[in-house]
Nanobody, 123 residues
Framework: QVQLVESGGGLVQAGGSLRLSCAAS????????MGWFRQAPGPEREFVAV???????VYADSVKGRFTISGDNAKNTVNLQMNNLKPEDTAVYYC?????????????????WGQGTQVTVSS
């Protein structure tokens, strides 16, 4: 059974930093794509960042220059370093992974999801 477990969320003041981690178990994703999404109150799950099996990264414009996604194939983990956080970054952050090697920003392209971790940025 595949599981993705996020950790590292919390409450931080604007301008602060947090580091999210996602640990995968049940299979390896070294040949696939892993990403981070977030969801503020409402129906939309927003793309944040993605990393491919060969290290290519893509970011949403809203986080570019502030967030960094990285992966550790040996540990089967993916991390999201978030700096200069803003109140509008407040959301539940989800780790996701695909069974394919195709990069996508669309949440429907992901096959596995974590349970989410809350990030709250106070002004």
């Amino acid at each position: 059974q595949v599981q993705l477990v996020e950790s590292g969320g919390g409450l931080v003041q604007a301008g602060g930093s947090l580091r999210l981690s996602c640990a995968a178990s049940g299979r390896t994703f070294s040949n696939n794509v892993m990403g981070w999404f977030r969801q503020a109150p409402g129906p939309e799950r927003e793309f944040v960042a993605v990393i491919t099996w060969n290290g290519r990264t893509v970011y949403a414009d809203s986080v570019k220059g502030r967030f960094t996604i990285s992966g550790d194939n040996a540990k089967n983990t993916v991390n999201l370093q978030m700096n200069n956080l803003k109140p509008e970054d407040t959301a539940v952050y989800y780790c996701a992974a695909t069974r394919s090697y195709i990069l996508t920003r669309n949440s429907t392209g992901y096959d596995y999801w974590g349970q989410g971790t809350q990030v709250t940025v106070s002004s």
